[in-house]
């Protein structure tokens, strides 16, 4: 896990995830026969991506050492902003603007939680939560007083809810955002610097590296995530609501901490995070299926995250 | 192994005789993972005397201290303590059997007081159980007072607010007033200015002459000779010999530590041309009550060296320089352009471009569990990179390039940085400013916690790249540095130059009585001995 | 020395004179003006926050974060709310047992951490979540019942001159005078300082995390216990916003989340500061839809009193701290 | 200031209940404020003079249901038939902290408000504040959530009743028999709106033994609600109906991702429900409670006041529209958001208790 830049990216955490996931998949199945349909794993698919995308924007937040806790209404913002600016400009190709300006909100909501983390280094768990709130505040506000469209374009439609060749199509992009990111950790100067100041951030000013900028890029990556995990979201439910992002901010954190990224920052693999989301994601669809109730689902998520992630940091201390 | 008992008869006026050792270690091993760290130690010290550990970095005694302060467990091996058999768990049942270590990394407390960090282990309470302050900092003071420097420190200060010297004398009071039976220093002077040096000295003669047993690891053979009772030395994890002070020429010492002989630890100087256009010129500089009008110029092929007592402004001068500070006074020019950097950041492209080789390797140099390679190309990785995309190869190149330049001894470069040697990780921090070519080298303590064959390597190199033309400016606590590396060295007293040396000048006995800001200086180290 | 003392205490003196001052702009706007039932709601509506600020104050002194302290006061809450009830006898034994359930739930944070080497957020996010899951099992729906005569002794006044609740907010200070004195404490304070040191100086780190996370517990379920008093029910969801607002209240209040250094009075300035803020909607004449937005703003404001402190630096590598 | 105070006093002993059934007859507006079901008390103030003081504490903020509910009350209190009534109408939403929410309480009863109509977060939590009240002389009036409390107005719909005998049994009537899988989406676990649904729908299904219910927790939320819904078929193949409490147009969503046959589906009365219902011609009802209830509960706070009677629990009908009888720009708003509550009030109230959207929008974008 220490090896950042090791060649194999599939590491203990990773691993242990891929399996627990295969056990539960097991086990479901084994009640359940129709847990290895096509239709069922590609449902499960299609919920993961969701989740997938907020944790990979969340991931890169979190290497830098941070949280974004903005998650929800940035989502809801960004899909509501997108389906007025739909309704406005209702024409088939001119409408693909609302997701234009749905990446601009994501990307502007990240600027400014960036410009306070690393400008005015305020605590991000306290800024992200204020901007979530203002963001709250907006949206009241504009929603309350105009008729706001609340109606998807035909891309978002088609990417949140279309398949092709009975895959999700969300899937596709969830691939995209997710080798995209891959690819700027891996590869890039930002993604090296990444996890550099996520590591410490003095020594990253020190090596001279721009450290505040960094900060910046990283939240406004988290934002356009969020962002198009909302406008996808919206074109899944075929709307645009209030509070559609509530229930993806902790699970995306727990997904990314799940695939052994550290809190701390500078330590992690995105192929740690895709496990966690999907481990996340079954737990969640099988629990519900099983209609277990609402205090056990807790008790076992809270018992499975405890078990897997004191299990790395036992594992890393002992061997 | 080492011959027992023969020092008996050379043992120094003063120290206690007593016919048992105080502490024996038979056939101590430690190994983290498949690491050898210690093979096979048998050692003995007796109470009453003042022990040196010598050895390179990476020799084992840390790991020894450690053994006996309890942080680590050994594999193998017993240990006894006035004979009994000891095998302490934690530091704290460690101090509970009479052992206390002073560490080379500070373990005071920043946010507590100075009374509070005195009395740490086991402070005074009142009869509800409660912390009784007034009494801990009477204690607090009685011992500093003890120590002789009662007047320099207000005990109900938070030690975050003193200055380093001062946090090692806290330090050191904080174990002293346990009254152990052996008191471990693991480093525990190098951050001590001279004009603290001499209570300290006077402190563990007196508790020597008590009967405590002193284990002292140091790499300043001036104090080792000044201070020390019987020397022992390791090297690769065993121990070589133990011999009484003075009975080994600092070559036969040398010769041991490394397993072979070191020819001349300083390279030559060489004569710097007048007529040159300084590289760096620096007029009136002020900050923040810390630098008063500061004046200074560096040439090019030039190694000026900033000494004096700690905390004097040194590395704000260099900090200043480098732009890390805020709100700078003065100007500072470069290739006679003013310089305005906001950071390191900004001396690593252009045409005047800068390196600051911060003072702490783990703190600000490097990026422990990211790779080799990442942080050897951490200041630099834009010049192979295209619209923000790593060229693999070209980085290889480079990094190839580095790793022969400064010998840089690492298995895997993809291995993460922490697994390295102090003495490599230190000679990564450098290389990663030396690739991006700059003119200008400022450096802060380079050497400091690096073993012999490192430092020299270190010192080989700065006087290579001067030769090739860059101004190097070099903060260090080592005298010894001043006057053996350096062709400059600019004395630094309350933020002002106090004096510049060169030549035959440039020699301890001025440095130190610059730096104490005397006509003469009665204190000086020379005349302890 | 004052001027030293002041400086030292710069923070969370800054936070209570932005408490001060919305006071007084709230009296001022409120038509009632001052009065005991004003200041007994004012007070009232804190103080379960201003307790748990407390507890999440102690933890992140020991450079900790307590991420299930809501649900632990929910937890404890719904116990209460089983609990405390009947004679005095039964109520007392009934705190007894709900305090308690918030030490053993600060204990098991404290054991994860420290025997399981997790990070705290991580680690009580999940505690957090086992913690809600058993405050919905003990109790599905709000409800239960409360002692109504200790209801009516701390949401009440004291002599018709100072509310209850604000005696109790003192009490939470006056009680960690005495932790902050002992050895705990102090080593609490050490371990948030500089853990490596602390233990290297031979101080008990893992007990004194561990009573960090236990006294946190304490405090939640004392907090737990007054919103029962407020509102006479258990309810197993209150949790989730308490948390994160024990937070900005540690921050505003001007302990850093970095440990070592901070207040508890300062963190209680922080909580009434965020209750108070929401009180000044009342007779603000705000348009109603506009007043989440405005409610956003002025925590936004208020946490960026943080910033000033970069106003002051003289080097740029204080900024990283 | 000392003027409050007084009346606050002299108000305070004349607060009174009367058990008196032969006076439910003539309570205020009785085709609107219908007792609920076995209530006999009716609940009676001292008149006094207006215009009056009035405050609105809602809790919840950033759901529409509810900011359409304050639109609707700023939309009926700014008619000019209700500015001599209303002196003063301040609006407050508090969030879930229900400490926050008896704080807003206590500080409008302390600043001597006339009445206070609220939605309570928790419906247990209102015991001491409600003493308070009266003890001060304020009129309380609670809607929408009930409140554990027979000493105040409740104004609620019956939540059993209108999930079992309304939704429930509407949408076995649909079924083409009444045997085989029903799924049923369920709301936030620890509400006792979620479970009085729940039992009203057990209670109705019960008399079908043939009748399997699967149940899953869709918080509520249209996304969640869609997720669970798709799991679900994706694991029980297919249901021959649907029942959801609230964001059902994640139901209908599911079905047609899916290619689920069409059966029949109950579900809430928002915007994107019902159209979809309508456009897909799915067999089903939408039910909801009303924004307009608002309104409602502030005629009810003034009626007060004015010394009429009211009785102690008001059930209000519960709209509802089988997917037969919609139409568009009554029951569903081709132009207006998908998160739009088609049922703006209250039919029976009276005319001034139903609102067309553009008044709503208007009326607000326009005033402040």
Not at chain 2, 87 to 100: C, E, M, N
């Amino acid at each position: 896990m220490t090896a950042v830049f090791a060649r194999l990216p599939f590491d203990v955490p990773t691993r242990s995830i891929v399996m627990a996931a295969a056990l539960l998949l097991l086990v479901g199945g084994w009640q359940y026969p129709q847990f290895f349909s096509p239709p069922y794993l590609a449902q499960q698919l299609q919920s993961g991506a969701f989740l997938g995308i907020v944790a990979a924007g969340a991931m890169v937040v979190i290497l830098l050492g941070h949280i974004d806790l903005s998650v929800p209404w940035t989502m809801t913002a960004a899909a509501t902003v997108a389906t007025a600016v739909v309704g406005l400009t209702p024409e088939v190709l001119v409408s693909e603007k609302g997701v234009l300006a749905g990446l601009a909100v994501g990307a502007a909501v990240g600027a400014v939680n960036g410009f306070g983390v690393a400008y005015l280094r305020i605590p991000s768990m306290i800024w992200t939560l204020a901007t979530n709130n203002v963001l709250m505040g907006i949206l009241v506000y504009f929603s309350g007083f105009y008729a706001l469209s609340s109606r998807p374009s035909p891309l978002m439609s088609m990417l949140g809810s279309g398949r092709m060749f009975s895959i999700p199509n969300v899937v596709f992009v969830w691939v995209a955002v997710s080798l995209i990111l891959l690819f700027i950790l891996r590869s890039t100067t930002l993604g090296r610097r990444i996890y550099m100041v996520g590591t410490h951030e003095p020594a990253a000013y020190l090596s001279g590296v721009n450290s505040r900028g960094v900060l910046v890029a990283g939240f406004v990556i988290a934002g356009i995530c969020s962002a198009m995990a909302g406008m996808l979201l919206a074109g899944y439910a075929g709307q645009s609501y209030q509070r559609m992002g509530d229930t993806y901010l902790l699970p995306g954190i727990a997904a990314v901490v799940l695939g052994g990224t550290s809190l701390f920052g500078g330590r992690g693999n995105y192929s740690g995070t895709v496990a966690g989301v999907m481990l996340l994601t079954l737990m969640a669809s099988i629990l519900s299926i099983m209609q277990a109730p609402e205090a056990a689902k807790q008790i076992v998520y809270g018992v499975v995250v405890i078990t897997m992630v004191g299990f790395y940091s036992l594992r890393e201390r002992y061997s | 192994m080492p011959p027992p008992m023969q020092y008996l008869e050379s043992a120094r006026e003063g120290a206690l005789i007593d016919a048992a050792p105080l502490l024996q270690l038979t056939g101590i091993g430690k190994s983290y993972g498949g690491v050898v760290a210690l093979r096979d130690v048998d050692f003995d010290a007796r109470r009453g005397s003042i022990h040196a550990v010598l050895g390179e970095n990476g020799a084992g005694k840390s790991t020894l201290m450690k053994i006996l302060a309890g942080v680590v467990r050994p594999t193998d091996g017993a240990i006894s303590l006035d004979g009994e058999a000891y095998s302490p768990t934690s530091p704290a049942d460690a101090a509970r059997s009479g052992i206390v270590c002073i560490f080379q990394e500070l373990s005071v407390i920043p946010d507590l007081s100075v009374a509070a960090n005195i009395c740490l282990a086991d402070p005074p309470r009142t009869r509800l159980g409660l912390i009784d302050r007034k009494r801990q900092a009477q204690m607090a003071r009685d011992v500093l007072w003890e120590m002789g420097v009662g007047q320099d420190i207000d005990v109900s200060r938070l030690c975050r607010q003193l200055p380093l010297s001062k946090r090692q004398i806290v330090e050191i009071a904080k174990a002293v007033i346990r009254r152990p039976k052996v008191l471990i220093l693991d480093e525990a002077t190098s951050a001590l200015t001279a004009s603290d040096v001499k209570p300290v000295t006077d402190l563990l003669r007196r508790l020597r002459d008590e009967g405590t047993l002193i284990l002292f690891i140091s790499h300043r053979m001036h104090e080792i000779e000044a201070l020390a009772d019987v020397c022992s030395i390791f090297r690769n994890g065993t121990h070589v010999e133990t011999y009484p002070t003075g009975s080994r020429s600092s070559d036969e010492i040398v010769q041991l530590m490394l397993g072979r002989s070191l020819t001349q630890v300083y390279p030559p100087k060489y004569q710097v041309h007048a007529t040159t256009e300084p590289n760096l010129s620096v007029k009136g500089l002020r900050w923040n009550g810390k630098l008063k009008g500061i004046d200074l110029q560096v040439m090019p092929g030039e190694i000026v060296g900033l000494g004096g007592l700690d905390g004097q402004g040194q590395q704000e001068i260099l900090q200043a320089i480098a732009g890390i500070l805020r709100g700078v006074g003065g100007t500072i020019c470069m290739h006679g352009t003013p310089l305005r950097a906001r950071g390191p950041g900004d001396g690593i492209s252009g045409d005047r471009r800068f390196a600051l080789v911060p003072e702490d390797r783990k703190y600000g140099g490097l990026f422990l569990p990211l790779s080799i390679r990442a942080n050897l190309t951490a200041p630099v990785m834009d010049t192979f990179a295209r619209f923000g995309i790593i060229s693999r190869k070209a980085e290889a190149g480079t990094v190839a390039r580095m790793i022969e330049q400064l010998q840089i001894r690492a298995e895997n470069l993809d291995h993460p940085v922490e697994t390295l040697s102090g003495g490599n990780q230190q000679k990564v921090v450098i290389a990663k400013w030396l690739a991006t070519k700059p003119s200008l080298l400022l450096l802060i303590d380079p050497t400091r916690g690096i073993d012999i064959g490192t430092k020299q390597e270190i010192y080989r190199l700065l006087r290579r790249l001067a030769e090739e033309g860059l101004a190097i400016m070099i903060y260090t606590t080592d005298y010894d540095e001043l006057v053996g590396l350096c062709d400059r060295a600019l004395i630094i007293y309350d933020g002002c130059v106090r004096a510049e040396l060169a030549g035959d000048d440039l020699s301890e006995h001025n440095i130190l009585k610059n730096a104490l800001n005397l006509g003469e200086a009665p204190h000086s180290r020379e005349a302890q001995q | 020395m004052i001027i030293r003392t002041l400086r030292a205490h710069m923070r969370p003196l800054t936070a209570w004179a932005v408490l001060a001052f919305l006071i007084v702009y709230y009296l001022s706007i409120h038509p009632r003006g001052l009065s005991i039932g004003v200041l007994t709601a004012w007070s009232n509506q804190g103080t379960a926050l201003a307790l748990l600020a407390v507890g999440q104050t102690i933890v992140v002194l020991s450079r900790g974060i307590d991420l299930s302290i809501g649900p632990i006061m929910a937890l404890t809450n719904c116990m209460a709310s089983h609990l405390v009830n009947g004679g005095p006898v039964e109520v007392a034994i009934g705190m007894i047992l709900v305090i308690a359930t918030g030490a053993a739930c600060g204990l098991l944070n404290g054991l994860v951490i420290v025997i399981g080497r997790m990070q705290a957020i991580i680690a009580t996010l999940a505690t957090g979540t086992i913690f809600s899951g058993i405050a919905l099992i003990i109790r599905p729906i709000p409800g239960g019942d409360i002692s109504e005569g200790l209801s009516d002794f701390f949401s009440g006044d004291f002599g018709g001159l100072v509310p209850m609740s604000l005696i109790v907010i003192l009490g939470a200070i006056a009680a960690w005078y005495p932790i902050r004195k002992s050895v705990l404490g102090r080593t609490i304070v050490a371990v948030g300082s500089s853990e490596s040191a602390a233990y290297a100086s031979g101080l008990r780190v893992k007990r004194a995390k561990i009573g960090a996370y236990v006294l946190a517990g304490v405090f939640a379920s004392l907090s737990g216990l007054f919103v029962g008093f407020q509102t006479l029910s258990g309810d197993p969801s209150i949790g989730l916003s308490y948390t994160l607002n024990s937070i900005a209240a540690v921050v505003i209040g001007g302990t850093a989340l970095t440990g070592g250094a901070g207040s508890i009075a300062g963190s209680i300035a922080g909580a009434l500061i965020l209750r108070t803020i929401g009180n000044l909607l009342f007779f603000n004449d705000i348009e109603p839809l506009a007043q989440p937005l405005f409610e956003g703003l002025v925590l936004l404001v208020a946490v960026s009193f943080g910033a000033a402190r970069l106003l002051r630096m003289t080097s740029r590598m204080e900024a990283f701290q | 200031m000392l003027k409050t105070v007084a009346r606050s006093a002299s108000f305070a002993v004349m607060a009174a209940l009367i058990a008196a059934p032969p006076a439910l007859a003539e309570t205020f507006m009785p085709d609107c404020y219908v007792p609920a079901a076995g209530v006999e008390t009716i609940i009676k103030y001292e008149r006094r003079e207006g215009p009056y003081r009035i405050a609105l504490v809602n809790g919840h903020t950033g759901i529409p249901w509810r900011e359409q509910m304050i639109k609707s009350v700023k939309a009926w209190a700014a008619r000019p038939e209700q500015a001599r009534d209303i002196a003063e109408l301040k609006v407050i939403s508090t969030g879930s902290d229900v400490a926050a929410q008896i704080a807003a309480i206590d500080n409008f009863i302390q600043a001597g408000y006339d009445a206070i109509a609220f939605i309570a977060v928790n419906p247990t939590a209102f015991g001491a504040v409600i003493k308070r009240a009266e003890r001060a002389g304020a009129v309380l009036v609670s809607f929408d959530n009930p409140v554990d409390s027979e000493k105040v107005l409740r104004i609620t719909p019956e939540w059993t009743t209108f999930e079992g005998e309304i939704k429930t049994q509407s949408v076995v009537d649909q079924m083409k028999q009444p045997k085989g899988k029903v799924l049923e989406v369920r709301g936030i676990q620890g509400n006792s709106t979620d479970r009085d649904r729940h039992v009203g729908l057990e209670r109705v299904l019960a008399n079908y033994p043939d009748i399997e219910v699967i149940e899953v927790v869709g918080n509520w939320d249209t996304g969640t609600v869609q997720k669970v819904t798709a799991d679900a078929i994706a694991v029980h193949g297919q249901f021959d109906a649907f029942i959801c409490q609230h964001g059902c147009r994640g139901v209908t969503n599911a079905m047609e991702a899916t290619g689920h046959p069409i059966v029949p589906v109950g579900g809430d009365a928002e915007n994107g429900f019902v159209k979809a219902l309508a456009a897909r011609n799915i067999p089903g009802i939408s039910v909801s409670t009303s924004p307009g209830q608002g309104p409602v509960a502030i005629r009810a706070a003034i009626a007060l006041l004015q010394g009429e009677a009211l009785p102690a629990t008001v059930n209000l009908p519960t709209p509802n529209v089988k997917t037969a009888d919609m139409n568009p720009n009554v029951n569903y708003f081709p132009d207006e958001p998908d998160t739009f509550e088609t049922v703006t009030g209250y039919g029976s109230c009276g005319k001034d208790m139903v609102f067309t959207p553009d008044e709503l929008n208007a009326k607000s974008a326009g005033n402040n």
